[in-house]
Antibody
Framework: QAQLQESGPGLVRPSETLSLTCTVS????????WSWIRQAPGQGLEWIGY???????NYDPSLKSRVTISMDTSKNHFSLTLTSVTAADTAVYYC?????????WGRGTLVTVSS | EVVMTQSPATLSVSPGESATLSCRAS??????LAWYQQKPGQAPRLLIY???TRPTGIPARFSGSGSETEFTLTINSLQSEDFAVYYC??????????FGPGTKVDIK
């Protein structure tokens, strides 16, 4: 059974860059699509973007100017970079598998944006 | 953008009873709809995709129906572990995905 695990700083200062990594075990990231999804405290789910090993990436239009998703197949992980963060970016960030619906999720990691 | 709405926001149900949750899309999405269950402090879990298909391991008491703009998730004979928040998600407008705001099912 494949597993996903998010990692990265839990605190980021306003205007700085948020960077997270999702390490995949039990499956190869060269297959399938891999997404980042976030959930602000007490709120619903917001899809951020996805990546495929073919190089195909796509981002939510509202975040597109600040988001980059990349992958490192040698480490079997993919990463999220979100620039110029504000308090509105405080959320639990999940990585997930799936091109359209998401059948496997990481446990999530809380990122707080605060000075 | 396809906007998803869910009703009711909260549904109070007694254990053993059934629950019916609704999801509406602002435009037709065919049957490109998924449902997720989320318990406090946990990641969402996929319950239904293609509007009515259960992934392996999802109990048969969960069923989905609907198409285009109106969808329903039915939970029969609610068990204690079913009290959670349920989200719908459309993927017809691929590669852009949108989730509904969720329905909380709590104990009556």
């Amino acid at each position: 059974q494949a597993q996903l695990q998010e990692s990265g700083p839990g605190l980021v200062r306003p205007s700085e860059t948020l960077s997270l990594t999702c390490t995949v075990s039990g499956a190869s990231i060269t297959i399938d699509y891999w997404s980042w999804i976030r959930q602000a405290p007490g709120q619903g789910l917001e899809w951020i973007g996805y990546i495929h090993n073919s190089g195909d990436t796509n981002y939510d239009p509202s975040l597109k100017s600040r988001v980059t998703i990349s992958m490192d197949t040698s480490k079997n992980h993919f990463s999220l970079t979100l620039t110029s963060v504000t308090a509105a970016d405080t959320a639990v960030y999940y990585c997930a598998k799936g091109p359209k619906y998401f059948d496997l999720w990481g446990r999530g990691t809380l990122v707080t944006v605060s000075s | 953008e396809v906007v998803m709405t869910q009703s009711p926001a909260t549904l109070s149900v007694s254990p053993g009873e059934s629950a019916t949750l609704s999801c509406r899309a602002s435009q037709r999405v065919s049957t490109n709809l998924a449902w997720y269950q989320q318990k406090p402090g946990q990641a969402p879990r996929l319950l239904i995709y293609a509007a009515s298909t259960r992934p392996t391991g999802i109990p048969a008491r969960f069923s989905g129906s609907g198409s285009e703009t109106e969808f329903t998730l039915t939970i029969n004979s609610l068990q204690s572990e079913d009290f959670a928040v349920y989200y719908c998600q459309q993927y017809d407008n691929w590669p852009l995905f949108t989730f509904g705001p969720g329905t909380k099912v709590d104990i009556k």
